[in-house]
């Protein structure tokens, strides 16, 4: 397994981690000294907010996708977010990142659920995130603030902007935050995101 750090929306989507994660996108994530996340020994007691989110936005009828929109999900699902991500204050050269998303599927006033596979150091869970998605005419910037990702961690937040084959954001965990940019790919067998049911 690669050894992932979780920045931003990798909550997601990270975004989701982006776009918080995790991996949206989301993904991994990130503490202070970058390297693995606090919360991630705080294990099966941590709130469950994400998963609970995302149960309350489908529905049995999908609604109708504008042409950006169609667009954006065709982008994102069976796909791997691969770049990098800073920590601010820190010297260090950008380090690499990776998201693994799913499917991706529009809900009710704005919300969007992202299926992500978040991996680093001995945690590789899969999960929903709920996100927001605000559009800048044809160009999708995914949103998410103080969510709180099963098994991961919480105070993500992130705005993640997507164009073309190409993701570039901020992402914050806590105090602590940074940039985060890359390419998105078609998602590998490797990269396989099962979300729990």
Not at 98 to 107: E, L
Request: charged share 20%; proline share 5%.
């Amino acid at each position: 397994m690669t050894k992932t750090v979780f920045s931003g929306l990798r909550y997601w989507l990270s975004l989701a981690v982006l776009l918080g994660t995790g991996s949206l996108v989301a993904g991994t994530g990130c503490n202070a000294n970058a390297e693995e996340p606090a919360a991630a020994t705080a294990g099966a007691s941590q709130k469950i907010e994400a998963s609970e989110t995302a149960e309350e936005t489908e529905s049995d009828e999908a609604p109708k996708l504008t042409k950006a929109e169609q667009e954006f999900v065709d982008l994102l699902s069976n796909s791997v977010m691969v770049g990098s991500f800073t920590v601010d204050g820190q010297e260090k050269p950008p380090r690499e990142e990776r998201y693994s998303i799913g499917k991706v599927t529009k809900g009710e006033g704005g919300n969007w659920t992202v299926e992500s596979r978040i991996s680093y150091g001995k945690v590789d869970v899969a999960v929903p995130v709920v996100v927001q998605v605000q559009w800048g005419g044809d160009v999708p910037v995914l949103g998410v603030t103080d969510l709180t990702i099963p098994l991961v961690g919480s105070e993500f937040t992130a705005r993640i902007l997507f164009h073309q084959q190409r993701y570039a954001g901020t992402w914050m965990h806590g105090k602590v935050g940074g940039h985060m940019f890359g390419r998105i790919e078609r998602a590998k067998p490797a990269d396989n995101v099962e979300t729990p049911k």
